[in-house]
């Protein structure tokens, strides 16, 4: 009997042993992340998200925040360049997968994403705070037939930045207001030896080139769009726009040829290694003038009004960009917690002082320490008055490459200005005539 009990005792013991290995085998293949914040990795809800490079730094650094007090949920976030993003977005969005739960929205993207049922409403999500705290042109950027379908994520337009040690050391103590004051300051430099050219742009052929040429179209006091948002791209005044563009490169020779097959992000590398004293560049070039593991620039840039034509002072293209929720994301409410953290005054506040983006509340251009941490916050907010909007378009992607493709024909000199804008008129009326 003894032996009996003995064999029994030992078969319970070695039960019981198996029995916690089994169970610390199972615990060990959770995720270092469910461990950390005590969740069993199958409550752990993952949020993919593709976004732009613009600020794609910041927002990953304060993904451990939120992760922090959210651990329920995991952010998994990649980055694209900006002329990437689109493609990606769509392949993924029209095969109707949920690859990703949240994607970064253009402004110009917006009415064909929600024609093709791509991203989510999200009316009932917005507050009465976001509503009235937010700017209106910001909010603008993911509204279609007076329906939100996202949060905006930064208040974007490009700025003029220029180098004051160039500047200064070449005597010149008064900015260009106007494109012609502009070429002269340029040829000016140029001649002096203080640069070899007066700026560089990123005039390749894709969206980028469009809106460099919005900055002269307004200037000029041309459009895009008329008010029934039928294309006029054949007006005298884009000829005139164009034409001052092709000249800069060939006439007065102010612009840097490569600018033709390059994107804006080689515009910032030349100018953060000192080696042009003007850029037209979105704002969140101005953190990486400043960063000085990234530019040789620090402290020395400051922010002026793009110039300006005629009766007209300034002309910036806006380009802000918000993040929707895909329709196809089986975590909507948990995609919608990470989209409204972005958004959140706090984090546009700190987003501002350490990207230098602006930001989408009203009441944080009033801020004192943003105002104080954010020099050329007063500039920006003044450009952000003289900004304009691309036409919204729901075939605007094919209407941008029509243009994109003859306003290269005209830089390239393949076509006269003329010729190549009464050439992107006729293709985009038939394209106009298929929807």
Known sequence: MKKLLSLIALVLALTLCFGGCAGTTEESSSTPEAETSGTENADVVTINILSSDDFAGFRTSVIPEFEATHPGIKINFQSVGYDALHQKEVTALAAGTDTYDVVDVDCIWTPEYVTNGYIECVDDRITDEMKTGILDVCMDILRYDDKMYGLPMFNDLFFMYYNKEILENAGITELPETWEEYDQVCQQLQTSGACEYGSAYGWAQAEGLICYYMDYVCAFGGSLQDADMNPTINTPENVAALQFMVDSLYTTKTTDPASITSDDRNAIELFSQGRLPFCINWSFAWGQFNDPTQSQVVDKVGVMLIPGHGDIRSA????????????????????????????????????????????????????????????????????????????????????????????????TQAKTPEQALADAQTQVEQIAATY
Not at 349 to 369: C, F, H, N, T, V
Not at 390 to 407: A, D, G
């Open 316 to 411: 910036a293209c806006a380009g802000s960009m918000g993040l929707a929720i895909a329709s196809t994301s089986q975590h909507k409410d948990e995609a919608w917690e990470f989209i409204s953290f972005l958004a959140s005054k706090e984090i546009q506040k700190r987003q501002a002082i350490e990207g230098g983006s602006l930001p989408i509340w009203a009441d944080l251009y009033q801020d004192e320490e943003l105002l104080a941490q954010h020099p050329a916050a007063a500039e920006m907010v003044e450009q952000s008055t003289m900004a304009y909007n691309r036409p919204s378009f729901v075939y605007y992607n094919e209407f941008s490459t029509v243009l994109q493709v003859e306003i290269q024909n005209a830089l």
